[in-house]
């Protein structure tokens, strides 16, 4: 039995972060509350060159946000990628609209331009683009389809905080950005989320919605509309500021973590690993290896192998529209890249607190059971 179990997510928490968190339980109260919020906000505004930021309990309710100040609604069409987490597409139906599922690039995986200017219709309020496992998706090709059509781009940076691409940001895209601070990401505050935006309508909209209906500033506790309650606690905002303070050192980590596997796995043709488009810097939130079909392993295979050796992984995003979820949503369905890569890709140990040790212990099960041919049924 292997009593160590090598986790493919996980944080980086220092005395800083202990140091901020104690802080804030200490004294974020009375007319202090806002203090954490305001600096977490202000600071990652100014990481991600963007004006506004609203700090939030989670990134599926930003995204809620987001579709509400675009005043997306019933009889509109929003287009997501295939390849992505339910909380991408999740908040279209919250809002009453229909999710429009496009197919994604074989090289990056992100949200394929050329899949989303074919399923531009009429209908189509905005595209909710995924910087997906770190990549950031091609904005440029993107915002060529979408701003002719007049449709609205939403940047979901979930998985991205930290990443670049021509010299910008991740989150520094379309009309409103989002992140995620769950647990699994790379900048955690245990649960969290943050909208940005340069538009100062969008951002009063999303101000009223997170907070009952309540206008920006109101003492008089008089609602003018219903709306949600979506709030970040000064506990987790002081925790995301210290970590903010840490990002280039957690993406120097997760780089790090990459080479390593690059280095291991280097010469097998027939797993490949994230590509990084040219002028992009990947966050490497998750390192994940795409099996040759050639090698008679699939990934639920490889995955069931690895686990026996205490060896955690995640299976490459199922196609949103193969979920029961959204069995009730039309379809392209097969015959998309991402139906062909989803059977073969295998999410590895990405977690800070992997050694390089770790990583060699890995791959060398990795190269065992794919080149082996094993089966996990064995
Ligand atoms: C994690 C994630 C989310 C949701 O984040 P939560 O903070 O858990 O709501 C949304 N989109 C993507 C791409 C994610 O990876």
Not at 107 to 122: M, R
Not at 310 to 333: K, Y
Not at 370 to 378: D, M
Request: aromatic fraction near 8%.
């Amino acid at each position: 039995m292997m009593s160590k179990r090598i986790p493919v997510a996980g944080p980086s928490i220092t005395e800083k972060e202990i140091a901020y968190v104690t802080d804030a339980v200490t004294r974020a109260w009375y007319a202090d509350a806002n203090i954490y919020h305001q600096r977490f906000e202000r600071a990652f505004a100014e990481y991600a060159g963007r004006k506004h930021a609203m700090a939030l309990p989670s990134c599926t309710s930003a995204l809620h946000l987001a579709l509400l100040a675009l005043g997306v609604g019933p009889g509109d069409e929003v287009i997501v990628p295939e390849s992505t987490w339910i909380a991408t597409a999740a908040p279209i139906i919250y809002v009453g609209a229909t999710p429009v599922f496009a197919d994604v690039d074989r090289a990056t995986w992100c949200i394929a331009p050329d899949s989303v200017a074919a399923l531009l219709s009429p209908a189509t309020k905005a595209v909710i683009a995924v910087d997906l496992y770190g990549n950031v998706a091609n904005y440029d090709a993107i915002l060529k389809v979408t701003e002719p059509a007049g449709v609205a781009l939403i940047e979901d940076a979930a998985q991205a905080a930290g990443a670049e691409r021509g010299g910008k940001k991740a989150g520094a895209f379309g009309a409103i950005s989002v992140f995620s601070f769950h647990g699994s990401k790379t900048l955690t505050t245990g649960e969290g989320g943050m909208l940005l935006t340069d538009d100062d309508a969008l951002f009063r909209r999303a101000s009223i919605q997170r907070d009952h209906g309540r206008m920006p500033g109101d003492t008089n506790f008089f609602n003018q509309e219903i709306g949600q309650k979506y709030k970040m606690s000064s506990m987790q905002a002081a925790l995301g500021l210290a970590q903010l303070e840490r990002l280039d050192e957690l993406i120097a980590r997760k780089r790090e973590i990459f080479g390593w596997y690059r280095e291991e796995l280097a010469g097998v043709n027939e797993i490949s690993l994230n590509v990084e488009d040219p002028g992009s810097r990947s966050a490497y939130w998750m390192v994940t290896a795409i099996l040759s079909p050639s090698l008679g392993v699939d990934g639920a295979a490889l995955r069931g192998a690895l686990l026996e050796r205490g060896i955690e992984t995640r299976p490459f995003f199922h196609p949103l529209s193969s979920l029961p979820a959204f069995s009730n949503v039309a379809t392209v369905g097969k015959g998309m890249v991402a139906y062909e890569l989803a059977p073969f890709g295998v999410n590895l140990p990405s977690a800070l607190s992997l050694t390089r040790d770790d990583v060699r212990f890995v791959s060398s099960a990795v190269r065992e059971i794919a080149l082996s041919g094993v089966t996990a049924g064995r």
